[in-house]
């Protein structure tokens, strides 16, 4: 007998085990009666029938935070990007939730990711690298009706990275080297060009500014010429004086010269002095 009454406060137990149930806050429980779906339990405390009756799922109803996987990305310009994001979801309709997909978690991921390689796909790479807010609106908006027919709400998807891959940035590093040195090539080009054309026009304005001062001085003789020949109406002496004038000066300079030891006087300087004054 004592055996027996063991047995039965054992079932009885378990049976009071079975039939009571008190569901936590932040979740709710799906009931299924012989494999069929029965009721939702929301927080607290409820009673089932036992052995008829069990919990078939446990469901999260706060705001799940799910890690989407890195994965790579081919633009429409063939670079490859590495993307991965973040999904914030909210089980809003239960039964849904757990009939309506095999595993919602699974879905979502596989969504995000299938959706993100279709909208950077469609991109170029400096578009997609510099419109990571578009990427995530496009995103929300394409999967939203989606999860809703699985009893969820996207309340938010956020790109966590988007960078080219090693390959890429590699490629990219190889690139903007290339791009400096040619920069660099095309500057120095540059300013060659302009040194030369700077050199050209200073040996122009140099030769311009030695023409005019050989007219001036020519301009210069000649006056003297005609101011001479005015005063002295012979024609031999002006240009005597002026070849007489010009034999002193460079008389002058050689013998003022820190090399000349001795000066040489030519024969004639007496006929050459004589012609300046005016003696035949």
């Known amino acids: 007998m004592e055996f027996v009454a063991i047995i039965f406060f054992v079932f009885v137990a378990v049976t009071i085990a079975k039939g009571v149930r008190i569901v936590p806050q932040g979740e709710e429980w799906v009931v299924e009666r012989l494999g069929k779906y029965l009721t939702t339990m929301l927080p607290g405390l409820h009673v089932i029938v036992p052995y008829v009756d069990r919990v078939g799922y446990k469901v999260p109803t706060k705001d799940l935070i799910m890690d989407i996987p890195q994965q790579e990305v081919i633009t429409k310009d063939n670079a490859v990007l590495v ?11 239960t039964q849904n939730a757990v009939y309506g997909v095999t595993s919602f978690e699974l879905a979502i991921v596989n969504i995000i990711q299938t959706t993100l390689r279709s909208i950077v796909g469609e ?53 903007a080297a290339a791009e400096r040195e040619r920069k660099a090539t095309v500057t120095k080009a540059e300013g060659d060009k302009q040194a030369a054309i700077l050199e050209a026009e200073a040996r122009y304005e140099a030769a311009k500014r030695d023409a005019a001062a050989q007219i001036a001085l020519a301009q210069g003789a000649a006056e003297a010429i005609r101011k ?38 030519p024969a004639d300087i007496m006929q050459t002095v004589q012609n300046m004054l005016g003696k035949k």
């Open 83 to 93: 993307v991965n994001a973040i999904a914030f979801v909210k089980v809003t309709d």
């Open 228 to 265: 001479i020949t005015e005063a002295i109406p012979d024609r031999e002496f002006p240009a005597y004086y002026l070849l007489g004038e010009k034999y002193i000066h460079a008389m002058e300079k050689l013998a003022s010269s820190t090399n000349s030891k001795t000066v040489v006087l």
């Open 123 to 175: 991109m170029e790479l400096d578009q997609a690298l510099s419109s990571r807010e578009k990427i995530k609106v496009r995103l929300k908006e394409s999967i939203s009706d989606d999860v809703a027919d699985w009893g969820l709400t996207l309340k938010s998807v956020e790109i966590q990275d988007i960078k080219p891959s090693a390959s890429m940035q590699d490629s990219m590093e190889r690139q």
